[in-house]
């Protein structure tokens, strides 16, 4: 218990210390938002595929509509462009687009995110999706620009998962990527990455 304070205590004074001197590193992001939009996410696991949208339940058992449309793509965390029919019964995925509802969501990228690290303790608190925008692999920090809240600090730390084998550091991580991020978010507004996945699009 000793070793969980003094690494939370450690990981709170890092970030009193960064949250001033990382600004610098961060690109001016500007919300990538509409009107009418309204930029959210999901995760979950599938229960049930239909030609034009699957249901999900989430962490709370609560069941998801994601709607598909011909522009909706799917990754795999590496970045590999999948066919919708990979989306399967049982499959683990992260998917952000717009909201149309409180348990509907019309999905503009989907992530196969996998079953091995799945559960609230990876997953719970903030997430993010959206396109990196600068990089400060000496603090394990890097920003990227999202739809859902537009600029987005992320610190990595010695217990964030990286889903991508490839990327499996801040330091491997790059300007234009396209990440997800999960984790608690601090008081000074940083989200504690439990998870980072981070790659660039195959074409």
Avoid: C
Avoid at 133 to 150: E, L
């Amino acid at each position: 218990m000793s070793k969980k304070i003094f690494l939370y205590a450690f990981v709170m004074a890092l970030i009193v210390t960064l949250v001033g001197s990382s600004v610098a590193y961060a690109a001016s992001g500007t919300p990538d938002i509409t009107a009418t939009a309204v930029f959210d996410n999901r995760y979950g696991k599938v229960t049930a595929v239909f030609p034009d949208h699957f249901i999900i339940k989430n962490l709370s058992g609560v069941k998801q509509t994601i709607l598909l449309t011909s522009a909706t793509k799917v990754y795999s965390v590496k970045g590999i462009v999948k066919p919708i029919t990979d989306v399967q019964m049982g499959s683990w995925i992260f998917a952000a687009g717009v909201r149309s509802g409180r348990r509907t969501l019309t999905a503009k990228n989907i992530v196969l995110t996998g079953a091995t690290y799945s559960g609230a303790k990876y997953w719970s608190g903030v997430r993010e999706w959206g396109t990196v925008t600068s990089v400060d692999p000496v603090h394990g920090i890097f920003f990227m620009n999202t739809s859902k809240s537009g600029l987005v600090r992320v610190l990595a730390y010695s217990p964030t998962v990286f889903l991508n084998s490839q990327v499996n550091s801040v330091s491997k991580i790059t300007v234009g990527m396209k990440a997800l991020v999960a984790g608690p978010l601090s008081s000074n507004g940083i989200v504690m990455a439990n998870i980072v996945d981070a790659f660039t699009p195959s074409q």
